[in-house]
T-cell receptor
């Protein structure tokens, strides 16, 4: 079945460092791909998405490119801030309308 | 704008008891989902519903049941709670269709089964 694999956390960075969180997926068709973010004590909220190969999703300085050839959707940000500390989830969805999540990666940014 | 509301916020429940977690949305979304979030396991799909009157099983449906009598409500029932069902439960909804729409999440219900 469909699945999402994310890098283990926590990822610990100093402010203004470059961030990469790896995400790869397995799907039978052509899914849409998402990154969601969860701040402490809250539910998840959409960060960005891409719906077809080579699409780049971007929001709040974060970006991710849908790479069909490597089945990947890595999240990047050029300069992280303390306020970016959260748990980040990669997810996929095919036409069945199931929304499948990875295990999440905790990011901790220190001043 | 309420969005999606879950109740209760938290609950301590004796093993063997029955419990219903409530979820209501006011966005007229067709698709709704229940997830459980456990440390190291991320979000796992319990049940989903693509439209009122239909439901489907996710990755971890055992011990849980759902109903979708109307568009707005999607309750999750634990018929006889066990300690392994201690978790944080999230309800979500989104427009159904092509699978590329944003999902909106509730604030979660923290359930402890003792």
């Amino acid at each position: 079945g469909d699945s999402v694999t994310q890098m283990e956390g926590p990822v610990t960075l100093s402010e203004e460092a470059f961030l990469t969180i790896n995400c790869t997926y397995t799907a039978t068709g052509y899914p849409s791909l998402f990154w969601y973010v969860q701040y402490p004590g809250e539910g998840l909220q959409l960060l960005l998405k891409a719906t077809k190969a080579d699409d780049k999703g971007s929001n709040k300085g974060f970006e991710a490119t849908y790479r069909k050839e490597t089945t990947s959707f890595h999240l990047e940000k050029g300069s992280v801030q303390v306020s970016d500390s959260a748990v980040y989830f990669c997810a996929l969805s095919e036409n069945t309308d199931k929304l499948i999540f990875g295990t999440g990666t905790r990011l901790q940014v220190f001043p | 704008i309420a969005g999606i509301t879950q109740a209760p916020t938290s609950q301590i429940l004796a093993a063997g008891r029955r419990m219903t977690l409530r979820c209501t949305q006011d966005m007229r979304h067709n698709a709704m989902y229940w997830y459980r979030q456990d440390l190291g396991l991320g979000l796992r799909l319990i049940h989903y519903s693509n439209t009122a009157g239909t439901t489907g099983k996710g990755e971890v449906p055992d011990g849980y049941s759902v109903s979708r009598a109307n568009t707005d409500d999607f309750p999750l029932t634990l018929a006889s709670a066990v300690p392994s069902q201690t978790s944080v439960y999230f309800c979500a909804s989104r427009k159904a269709g092509t699978g590329n729409t944003e999902a909106f999440f509730g604030q979660g219900t923290r359930l402890t089964v003792v």
